[in-house]
């Protein structure tokens, strides 16, 4: 079992930055692949960045290419997604998912091949 706690969410100014972290519980030996989402009341779950383990790719939404970024800290079994120039349009519930241990799939970019869920953490950018 696999448990996903996001934090870091806030309610900014537009243009300022924010990071968001993703700690896995009890760790990530073996989630070969995890990504980051958001949604907004009213519309489907969209991914914003996710991450190949095995062949050490990361791929982004075009909204995010350039302001995003997804790293993973191994040691502390932690993903984070910092986020640069924020816009109004941002303003989202983000959630970080990943598979169950031992999964693969080339559709990483897909929510519906993920397994585990955070609760979410609200990010909101004022104009």
């Known amino acids: 079992q696999v448990q996903l706690v996001e934090s870091g969410g806030d309610s900014v100014q537009a243009g300022v930055s924010l990071k968001l972290s993703c700690e896995v519980t009890?760790?990530?030996?073996?989630?070969?692949?995890m990504g980051w989402f958001r949604q907004t009341p009213g519309n489907k779950r969209e991914v914003v960045a996710a991450?190949?383990?095995?062949?050490?790719?990361?791929r982004y939404a075009e909204f995010a290419q350039g302001r995003f970024t997804l790293s993973i800290d191994t040691a502390k079994n932690t993903m984070y997604l910092e986020m640069n120039n924020l816009k109004p349009e941002d303003t989202a519930m983000y959630y970080c998912?990943?598979?169950?241990?031992?999964?693969?799939?080339?559709?990483?970019?897909?929510?519906?091949?993920?397994?585990?869920w955070g609760q979410g953490t609200q990010v909101t950018v004022s104009s």
């Open positions: 998912a990943a598979p169950h241990r031992g999964k693969y799939t080339a559709g990483y970019l897909n929510p519906g091949n993920y397994d585990w």
């Open positions: 009890p760790n990530i030996d073996r989630i070969y692949y």
């Open positions: 991450r190949d383990v095995r062949n050490d790719l990361t």
